[in-house]
């Protein structure tokens, strides 16, 4: 979801003075622009730059990620060795093997470990000619437990902050897993998307389309060392929403995607399969990401693709007729979901989507032309309810389906877990939390017959939505004043002149639009909570965090059971990190080198016109690349001038060589750091 809101939208005048008594907002975090001196990358990670991760946990197996940065020779298989083990110190090898990659993996190694034993921490190394990577941690789904805990976020845009929510929750010792919703990656070209004011830009630089664009990406955002930190440290359950492809996606387009950007099948293909290159999660047929996790008789976790499985194109207004029925999960997952709620005998099922399964109605936010309020105008309406219109409120049909499914089935204990919004968001499910627009009231919400606030009758689960570890919140897109007025009018009553109060959005029961974060879903057998955690600064590296509210729902009430300050009690054994740093020690493996130069990547390879490389420098360098055909003649030389510390993507134009096979060479300040191959074509 790319937020377009303008300024006046929600500055609804009549508002003011009734609302600011009720304000009751905590300090905003610091907006200092200071930033870090941090290496563009880590030379001790050699060839191992991007870290290393492990997901998709299930009770005897576990993906384990990384990928390799040779220095030479993008033109060969590279094999790598991979160990795992019961203890930091590898003294006890419970699984190794080996695994071949090359440039049509872009050098990434994904291997499904298996034979492992249920609810119990690995540690996990991989090594290539003699260097070695970081120590991963990662764990098995427990079988038999009656206590788990994630962290659940969303939303992580490189340029629009550090991501210091994802350190605080690498830091953590006691959770099962990261539930990450989608949106990790950002797809527009530099300044695209957020204000860039810490000095972190993405490559290329350019909207990606290409393999080598999508590759590139990736590459920039797994440098970053507090997001390799969290893949270190803990398992990550992943699913794509729309950036990893392209705004507001689905099936058969996208709000992002321009004719003059090629087919937009094929580019939808390139995203899922770099998605599934870069992320560690289980290879499938066809790359499809929806998908159960389960963890014993407590918990059944399903992934859904609200995105490019079955999405149609939304409707035009957000009150157009749903007929024909539009789908968001189209049939055969639609079916393949109804059937897993509908037999899953876990305590609690958790689902894992991307967007708001909730309606929310915000059409007090309505002006006319002129500025003023026009809460009972229906196009006014409109215009403010179809900024919104991506979510699932647009696909009613399929949505009620799915909850008279959880009500006549008598499923007990749902949960919506969904991202997208940027903003922290607490809902009973109900199918009308209130009538609106009510043309009999003069499109005013009035109370719903089918839901009961006070009590929760009439809600058949619950749903918590995470706020954006850096994407731009509420306040970043319109104005803190504006977002404060938003964030009480949208489930409190407001007065309305000569019709008294209402109420839009009764079945909210928490919400934050300022600040990011994640939650910690704690879940055992009598409750499950939802713990709001936010940072204090996205403009400098922070380790400081603040625990705001804690969300529960009993087991089998099918609602908010109670919204504290209170935080849900932590597991009583802590499990120990992976080093840091990678071992000094370990057979077989010896003391990596240090590097000021890499280069990551080439494409595309073959080429006609243009040869792009990715690379990226620790200090200030004088770069250069230079041609030669296969008798070993320089044909070509590009000075790309001397560059300061950074990533870069440089497009060298090749279509003046005779077709055939070509050496490159890459200097920094005179030095050789990297040589490679292309063909010409």
């Not at 929403?241 to 507001?248: F, G, K």
């Amino acid at each position: 979801m790319k937020i377009q809101f303008c300024t006046t939208i929600f500055l609804v005048t009549f508002l003011t003075l009734s609302l600011s008594a009720q304000q009751t907002k905590l300090t905003p975090y610091n907006r200092s622009m200071s930033k870090t001196g941090s290496l563009t990358f880590d030379p001790s990670l050699q060839p191992f730059y991007h870290g290393v991760a492990s997901g998709d946990p299930l009770a005897d197996k576990v993906v384990i990620w990384t990928r390799i940065t040779p220095d030479s020779g993008n033109f060969t298989p590279k094999t790598v060795n991979w160990k795992v083990a019961s203890d930091t110190g590898f003294t006890t090898i419970i699984k190794s093997g080996t695994y071949t990659t090359d440039s049509s993996k872009d050098y990434t190694v994904k291997i499904d470990v298996t034979g492992l034993q249920a609810g119990t921490t690995y540690y996990y190394v991989f090594g290539f000619e003699g260097k070695y990577s970081l120590i991963g941690r990662m764990r098995t789904a427990s079988a038999d437990a009656n206590h788990l805990r994630f962290a659940v976020v969303s939303c992580n845009n490189y340029e629009a902050g550090f991501f210091n929510g994802f350190k605080k929750i690498a830091q953590r010792n006691d959770l099962d897993a990261i539930i990450h919703l989608g949106d990790y990656i950002y797809e527009y070209e530099p300044k695209g998307y957020g204000d860039s004011m810490n000095g972190r830009f993405v490559e290329p630089n350019n909207e990606i389309i290409s393999v080598g664009d999508y590759r590139t990406r990736y590459s920039v955002y797994r440098l970053d060392a507090d997001l390799r930190y969290a893949h270190q440290q803990q398992t990550f359950i992943s699913i794509w929403d729309d950036h990893e492809s392209t705004n507001d996606s689905y099936k058969d387009g996208a709000e992002n995607h321009q004719t003059n950007e090629g087919d937009w099948q094929l580019r939808k293909g390139i995203s899922k399969k770099v998605y599934f290159e870069w992320m560690p999660i289980r290879d499938v047929s066809e790359n499809k990401i929806y998908r159960k996790i389960s963890y014993g008789g407590l918990l059944d976790i399903i992934m859904l693709d609200t995105r490019l499985e079955g999405r149609v194109k939304p409707p035009v207004n957000f009150d157009d007729a749903d007929a024909p029925a539009r789908t968001m999960l189209g049939s055969t997952q639609y079916n393949w979901f109804i059937n897993q709620l509908s037999t899953s005998t876990a305590k609690w099922k958790v689902i894992g989507n991307q967007i708001l399964f909730s309606d929310m109605n915000v059409g007090f936010g309505a002006v006319n032309a002129m500025g003023q309020p026009a809460i009972t105008d229906i196009n006014a309406i409109r215009a403010v309810e179809n900024l919104f219109i991506d979510n699932w409120e647009s696909y009613p049909t399929e949505r009620n389906s799915i909850m008279d499914t959880l009500q006549n089935k008598g499923v007990k204990n749902t949960i919506f877990l969904t991202g997208d919004s940027h903003a922290s968001w607490a809902f009973d499910l109900t199918k009308k939390p209130a009538l609106y627009p009510n043309a009999a009231t003069l499109n005013l919400p009035t109370p719903s017959p089918s839901y009961t606030p006070l009590t929760g009758v009439g809600s058949v689960g619950v749903e918590f939505a995470t706020p954006s570890i850096t994407s731009a919140n509420f306040d970043e897109a319109f104005g803190a004043a504006a977002t404060a007025q938003f964030e009480v009018a949208i489930n409190n009553p407001i007065p309305v002149p000569g019709f008294g109060s209402v109420v839009y959005n009764p079945h909210l029961k928490y919400v934050d639009l300022d600040r990011h974060g994640y939650f910690v879903l704690d879940l055992k057998g009598d409750s499950a909570q939802a713990d709001y955690f936010y940072i204090d600064t996205l403009r400098i590296s922070s380790n400081k965090e603040t625990f705001n509210r804690g969300v529960a729902t009993a087991n089998n009430s099918n609602r908010i059971t109670s919204v504290g300050t209170t935080q849900a009690t932590g597991k009583t054994v802590q499990v120990t990190p992976a080093p840091l740093n990678p071992p000094n020690k370990m057979t077989g493996l010896s003391k990596n080198q240090h590097a000021n130069a890499i280069v990551i990547t080439a494409y595309p390879n073959p080429t006609h016109e243009t040869l792009t490389l990715n690379y990226a420098l620790n200090r200030s360098a004088q770069t250069e690349v230079q041609m030669f055909d296969i008798r070993g003649v320089k044909v070509k030389s590009v000075q790309l001038g001397t560059q300061p510390q950074g990533i870069y993507s440089s497009k060298m134009d090749v279509s003046s060589l005779d077709n055939g096979i070509y050496f490159y060479h890459f200097l920094a300040n005179g030095d050789v750091v990297h040589y490679g191959k292309f063909v010409k074509q």
